[in-house]
């Protein structure tokens, strides 16, 4: 595993499909182990081989890892591997587009959706305007 270790939990996860609709839920996690991982990171999953960028997914995690971490990128595997919905995403077709987010203890579900769905935007309509 990891030689640094650390603690990553996923708090929600979504499934965009093609029609702009999507799937989505949140997950419950021990309060008291959020208030020690102060990292927060909404995280798009991108489809490697398209162009213009696929978003097919997204979740949002509170970790104890930054984005600078080494083992960073295995530990957003790792969350990505602990939501059954992802399971048809693999990390060899499907890359991650991470972004760290200022977020409350108490973010709402809809809070997350909306900045992931800002995430989604951003990175499909980049270039293109």
Partial sequence: M???????????????????????????????????????????????????????GGFF?????????EEFAEALASAMASIPAFSKFDPVRHSFLPARVKAALDITEDEMLTLLLSQKLKFTTAGNA
């Fill in 61 to 69: 995690v509170r970790t104890s890892y930054t984005d600078k971490d």
């Fill in 2 to 56: 990891s030689a640094k270790g650390g603690v990553t939990v996923p708090l929600n996860w979504c499934v965009f499909s093609e029609f702009d609709s999507l799937l989505h839920d949140t997950i419950s996690t021990d309060p008291q182990l959020l208030v020690l991982l102060e990292n927060v990171y909404a995280v798009c999953i991108a489809q490697r081989s398209s162009q213009p960028k696929k978003i097919v």
